[in-house]
C-alpha cells in the first residue's frame, strides 16, 4: 500500500477546524460520479445547479479513471471518490481540489467513520478476481491497509453507527463478513437462497438493522445486529432485477431501494418488512443509488442509463448504438420527500454512478 505524491504547497491532508461564529455558511453540495466520462459533478443542493465539473484528466488521471462512489465528511469539508481503473481511492476538498491519494487496486464502495476518522473501502464489481481484502484509510494522513474477509470479491461496505463494527459482502458467494474494526478478527455468516450477488448495505441510524441488496436474486434482505458479530436474517423480500444500493430514510422507517432493471424505486416499511410504494417516472433509466438532502426533504436518485445494465430489456440495440454515438445521458433525479413528484431532472453525462453529500 502506498500514498501518491500528490499533496504539495503545505497542504494539509488532516482535517479543519470548527467553523468560527462569524463564518459565513457554506452551500451544501451533492457530489455525483459520471462514470464513463471520467467526471464529477459539483451540484448546490439549494439551487439545484451544477457549480463545477471536475475533469480527474486535468488532475493527470486518465480518461478511463471510473469514478465510481463518493463518501463524504459529515461537516462537508473533505470527500473521497474511488477511481476503479486508477488503483486509487482519492481525497478532494469541499469545492472540489484534490488534496490526497491512497493506491488501492480496484476500489468499489466507500465508507467514512466518523468516529474514528477512517475510511473503508472495497472492490469494485468490475474487478473479476481482486484481493479478498479490503481497505482502510487513516484519512489524516491517507496512509492505510488492507483486511483479509477470506471470500472472493468483496463489494458492500458499511460501518455501523458506533464505528465499531465494519460489513461487507461477497459478488460470487452467499457470505457476510463482520469485522471488528477494533481488532480486525472478522467473522463469516453464511446466507441461505439462490446466488444472491450482494451489492451493497446500509445500517439504521440506531445500529439494529443492516439490510442488504442483491443483483441476481434481485432481494433486499433484512438483519437483526443484535448480536453485531453475527447478524441474523430476519426477511427476504423479493424487488425485481438488480436490486442496487438501499438507504433508510432520515426518520428510519423506510428503505428507499432502487430496483436497476425496473426503473423503479421501492419503498419498504421496516416496521414490517413490506413495500409501502413503488415509485417509478421516465426519468429512472437504471436507478442506481438514492441520497437524501440534509433535512429530508429531497431525495436525490441517480440513473445510470447505460446499455450493458440492460441486458435482456427491450430496445437494447437501439440503445447500445446512441450510447456509442455519445447521445445517452445518465441523470439525477431531484423527489420530493412528501409527493414523491419530480422537483428537477439533472442530465450530467455517461453513467451516472455514485453519490454523496455532507449530512445527508
Request: net charge negative; charged share 20%; aromatic share 6%.
Amino acid at each position: 500500500v502506498a500514498v501518491l505524491p500528490l499533496l504539495a504547497c503545505g497542504i494539509s491532508a488532516g482535517a479543519t477546524g470548527a467553523q468560527s461564529p462569524t463564518s459565513v455558511a457554506q452551500p451544501t453540495y451533492l457530489y455525483v460520479c459520471v462514470q464513463d466520462d471520467a467526471h464529477i459533478a459539483v451540484v448546490d443542493i439549494d439551487r439545484l445547479e451544477v457549480v463545477r465539473e471536475i475533469d480527474l484528466t486535468e488532475l493527470g488521471f486518465s480518461a478511463n479513471a471510473s469514478p465510481h462512489h463518493v463518501a463524504v465528511e459529515p461537516d462537508g469539508e473533505h470527500w473521497y471518490v474511488s477511481l476503479i481503473r486508477e488503483n486509487v481511492v482519492a481525497r478532494f476538498e469541499r469545492d472540489g481540489d484534490l488534496v490526497g491519494t491512497f493506491e488501492m487496486s480496484t476500489p468499489g464502495m466507500l465508507e467514512f467513520d466518523r468516529n474514528s476518522g477512517r475510511l473503508m473501502a472495497s472492490r469494485s464489481m468490475s474487478a473479476v478476481d481482486p484481493p479478498t481484502r479490503v481497505g482502510w484509510v487513516d484519512t489524516r494522513t491517507m496512509e492505510g491497509d488492507e483486511i483479509d474477509v477470506f471470500f472472493p470479491r468483496p463489494h458492500p461496505m458499511v460501518v455501523g453507527p458506533d464505528g465499531r463494527w465494519g460489513y461487507t459482502g461477497s459478488l460470487g458467494v452467499n457470505q457476510i463478513a463482520a469485522i471488528d474494526l477494533d481488532t480486525e478478527d472478522v467473522t463469516l455468516t453464511d446466507l441461505d437462497g439462490p446466488q444472491h450477488a450482494l451489492v451493497q448495505f446500509a445500517v439504521s441510524a440506531d445500529g439494529r438493522w443492516l439490510v442488504a441488496a442483491t443483483e441476481l436474486s434481485g432481494r433486499l434482505l433484512a438483519f437483526d445486529l443484535s448480536d453485531p458479530a453475527r447478524p441474523s436474517q430476519v426477511a427476504s423480500l423479493e424487488l425485481g432485477p438488480m436490486v442496487f444500493d438501499p438507504v433508510f430514510s432520515p426518520d428510519g422507517t423506510l428503505v428507499w431501494v432502487p430496483v436497476k432493471g425496473a426503473n423503479e424505486v421501492a419503498l419498504v416499511r421496516v416496521s414490517d418488512w413490506s413495500v409501502e410504494r413503488r415509485i417509478s417516472v421516465d426519468s429512472f433509466l437504471q436507478p442506481h443509488q438514492v441520497a437524501f438532502s440534509p433535512d429530508g426533504s429531497r431525495a436525490f436518485v441517480s440513473s445510470n442509463n447505460k446499455a450493458d445494465h440492460m441486458s435482456g430489456m427491450a430496445g437494447m440495440e437501439d440503445h447500445a448504438a446512441h450510447e456509442a454515438a455519445g447521445t445517452v445521458n445518465g441523470n439525477v433525479t431531484v423527489l420530493d420527500t412528501e409527493t414523491y413528484e419530480v422537483v428537477e431532472v439533472l442530465e450530467l453525462g455517461r453513467n451516472v454512478t455514485g453519490m454523496g453529500i455532507a449530512g445527508g
